[in-house]
Structures are given as structure tokens and as C-alpha cells.
């Protein structure tokens, strides 16, 4: 698989190696073995969840305060603009966002490591998401921030229209009012900023 480096440390854009022909196509949608060389991580995938969701709903920004989750996603249906915003204090990206559109036509996958908050606009007229977690779902932990606020000015490609929205996420914190994790290793500015795209390659795996 080929693995890139966004500019938000830690995440990836992976795209995996497909096979295809006149027939159909194969891919290998997750290998421990080739996930864990390719990415220097060493991480182990608790739960796998799968959600479908009309044109133009928006779900997000979605976190846990306590048992942060990891989250391996991607799309089989469709194609969602998804969305990872640092909310890690001390990070030299926090307040950061980094949005990639992931396709069932591109095959990509986003690695989104804990400390993140994530929310995706679906694109298509319907949209299957997948994706996998490092820790278990815990509601009395969920926390919410504003799809559309102002500090972290997310560009959702919504051609002016109104996105279809949860009494959960319409209600939202702002960002500067949310629940922040706990502060990193990492040092650096804590003023928000516009995301960048990703970096150049990182690293190349065969899956």
C-alpha cells in the first residue's frame, strides 16, 4: 500500500494496492502485518462500524474526552469529503484541519490517530462509511464541536447549501469552548490554522 503524510502529524492517507481486470477488481482492505510495517504503528482494532447516509449529510465533529478512538476509515459506496481537526493541546497543529475526499472509485483510507476529532459530508447521493477503532464506543464520553465554526473555518465543498445535520451535531460546542484531550509530547503553537495538503510520500508497503 502507499502511505502519505498529511500535514497534521500522524495522519495518513493510505491507498491500497488493487488488482483488477475485465472480471472485477481484489484489494486487501486491512493487514495488521503490512499496516503496522508501513506505518510504524503497533495498534490493535477493537470494533469495525459501518454507517449509510444520504446527499449532503454532515456528520461530525465527533470525539471521546476519555477513551480516545483511533479510526481507520474509508468508503464503499458513494464518496464523503472527510474531515480530521487536532484538538490534542501543545500539538503543533492544534485547531488544524485536514480534509480528503475518500471514494469507493479511489479506494482511499484515512488513518486518524486519537487525539482527533472527525466529522464527513457525503457527496454522493447516498454513501456506505466504514471504518475501524482503537478503543470501544463510549457514549457517556462523546463529545461534539460545530461542523461550521468559525475559529476553525473547515472549507465543506457545500456549494451553498444547508447540510443535513443530527439534533446532536446541530448543537454542537464552539471551538474554543470544547473539551480539549490532554496535552502532547509534541510543543509549538496552539493557534488554529488552515489546513495544508498532504506531504510527500512517507512509505510504501506491499499488502
Not at 19 to 29: A, H, I, T, V, Y
Not at 101 to 111: F, I, P, T
Not at 132 to 161: F, Q, S, V
Not at 195 to 206: G, I, Q, V, Y
Request: proline content about 6%; charged content about 20%.
Amino acid at each position: 500500500m502507499k502511505i502519505t503524510a498529511c500535514e497534521i502529524p500522524d495522519v495518513l492517507l493510505l491507498e491500497p494496492r488493487v488488482f483488477g481486470d475485465e472480471r472485477g477488481f481484489f484489494l486487501e482492505s486491512f493487514n495488521q502485518r503490512a499496516f503496522n510495517a508501513a506505518t510504524g504503528l503497533d495498534l490493535h482494532f477493537v470494533q469495525d462500524n459501518h454507517s449509510r447516509s444520504a446527499r449532503d449529510v454532515l456528520r461530525g465533529l465527533h470525539y471521546q474526552a476519555a477513551q480516545p478512538q483511533g479510526k481507520l476509515v474509508r468508503v464503499v459506496a458513494g464518496a464523503v469529503f472527510d474531515v480530521a481537526v487536532d484538538i490534542r493541546r501543545g500539538s503543533p497543529t492544534f485547531g488544524q484541519w485536514t480534509g480528503h475526499e475518500l471514494s469507493a472509485d479511489n479506494k482511499r483510507q484515512l488513518w486518524i490517530p486519537p487525539g482527533l476529532a472527525h466529522g464527513f459530508l457525503v457527496l454522493t447521493d447516498s454513501a456506505d462509511f466504514l471504518y475501524k477503532t482503537t478503543d470501544y464506543y463510549a457514549p457517556e464520553h462523546e463529545r461534539c464541536i460545530a461542523w461550521n465554526d468559525p475559529t476553525l473555518a473547515i472549507a465543506w465543498p457545500l456549494a451553498g447549501k444547508t447540510p443535513a445535520l443530527s439534533a446532536k451535531d446541530a448543537n454542537g460546542k464552539p471551538f474554543l469552548q470544547a473539551e480539549m484531550l490532554a496535552r502532547t509530547e509534541s510543543s509549538g503553537s496552539s493557534r488554529p490554522a488552515r489546513s495544508r495538503p498532504c506531504a510527500a510520500l512517507k512509505a510504501d508497503a506491499t499488502a
